[in-house]
């Protein structure tokens, strides 16, 4: 019954940007740190940020730190990453998870959705 659509994904040239969102459903929203992770081909899937229950914590990859920001909206049940100054390495399908807090947040809760890709090509 929990649900985690990630949208927003797309072709984009190295230098510009994207925002991600995560609609979450079927669980207390609120009560969970969530995460987004990116899975590029022949990769493992990898953590790329985190943001507490309240939103007042957040931690980043060093790979996307400065360029990367994971917000959540818990009125909307949405968790948001706004990615700037892409580049190629950057592309992967990107997934959301729900977590029990965000700093070293342990195992992803729930399965994983369908993902949304993000090509950064010129």
């Known amino acids: 019954q929990v649900q985690l659509v990630e949208s927003g994904g797309g072709l984009v040239q190295p230098g510009g940007s994207l925002r991600l969102s995560c609609a979450a459903s079927?669980?207390?929203?609120?009560?969970?740190?969530m995460s987004w992770y990116r899975q590029a081909p022949g990769k493992a899937r990898e953590l790329v940020a985190s943001?507490?229950?309240?939103?007042?914590?957040?931690n980043y990859a060093d790979s996307v730190k400065d360029r990367f920001t994971i917000s959540r909206d818990n009125a909307q049940n949405t968790a948001y990453l706004q990615m700037n100054s892409l580049k190629p390495e950057d592309t992967a399908v990107y997934y959301c998870?729900?977590?029990?807090?965000?700093?070293?947040?342990?195992?992803?809760?729930?399965?994983w959705g369908q993902g949304t890709q993000v090509t950064v090509s010129s």
């Open positions: 943001i507490s229950a309240t939103g007042g914590f957040t």
């Open positions: 079927g669980f207390t929203f609120s009560s969970y740190a």
């Open positions: 998870n729900a977590n029990r807090r965000a700093g070293t947040p342990g195992p992803a809760l729930y399965s």
